[in-house]
Antibody, heavy 119, light 106 residues
Framework: EVQLVESGGGLVQPGGSLRISCAAS????????MGWVRQAPGKGLEWVSA????????YYADSVKGRFTISRDISKNTLYLQMNSLRAEDTAVYFC????????????WGQGTLVTVSS | EIVLTQSPATLSLSPGERATLSCRAS??????LAWYQQKPGQAPRLLIY???NRATDIPARFSGSGSGTDFTLTISSLEPEDFAVYYC?????????FGQGTRLEI
């Protein structure tokens, strides 16, 4: 069974940094792209970032480009999102999601971790 | 970026009725469109990918159609558990984008 468990969310001040993680199990981690999708309170889904199975290719939404960095540790089956220069508008639940083989759709999701940016 | 516009914003129906949800793209995405369902407090669930393919374990009452810029998600006969928010997502061009969602309510 595929499992994705996010951690590392919390309260951070504007301009601060935070790294969130996603522990993956139940599938061959290196064979699948992975992504982060966020949802601000009461709002819709916003794609944030994605990374290929090998980690060679990364993609970012314009809203986070230059501030966020996605990475993966295949030895630990873990996905990361390093978030710097955080803003109030980054406040959201961040979902980790597994990409279907060969196509950029998300077929398994974690339960999310809440990131709150506030002073 | 490709903008996805979903309509209606809210759809009010009763169990047993047929639901038709629309997603329109600002430019052609071919058939590279998916549909997700999200219930309160839960993560989204993939329903349909590449416009018309049901994902694993998705009931046959869910179907998708369309190509180019106009897509439809149809639920043939609503079950109580189908009342949720539905999102479309395109993978034709980076960045990946989602529609703003359609709330299906009783």
């Amino acid at each position: 069974e595929v499992q994705l468990v996010e951690s590392g969310g919390g309260l951070v001040q504007p301009g601060g940094s935070l790294r969130i993680s996603c522990a993956a199990s139940g599938f061959t981690f290196s064979s699948h792209g992975m992504g982060w999708v966020r949802q601000a309170p009461g709002k819709g889904l916003e794609w944030v970032s994605a990374i290929s199975g090998s980690g060679d290719s990364t993609y970012y939404a314009d809203s986070v480009k230059g501030r966020f960095t996605i990475s993966r540790d295949i030895s630990k089956n873990t996905l990361y999102l390093q978030m710097n220069s955080l803003r109030a508008e980054d406040t959201a639940v961040y979902f980790c999601a597994k990409v279907m083989v060969g196509v950029w759709y998300f077929d398994n999701w974690g339960q999310g971790t809440l990131v709150t940016v506030s002073s | 970026e490709i903008v996805l516009t979903q309509s209606p914003a809210t759809l009010s129906l009763s169990p047993g009725e047929r639901a038709t949800l629309s997603c329109r793209a600002s430019q052609s995405v071919g058939r590279y469109l998916a549909w997700y369902q999200q219930k309160p407090g839960q993560a989204p669930r993939l329903l349909i990918y590449d416009a018309s393919n049901r994902a694993t374990d998705i009931p046959a009452r869910f179907s998708g159609s369309g190509s180019g810029t106009d897509f439809t998600l149809t639920i043939s006969s609503l079950e109580p558990e189908d009342f949720a928010v539905y999102y479309c997502q395109q993978r034709s061009n980076w960045p990946i984008t989602f529609g703003q969602g359609t709330r299906l309510e009783i």
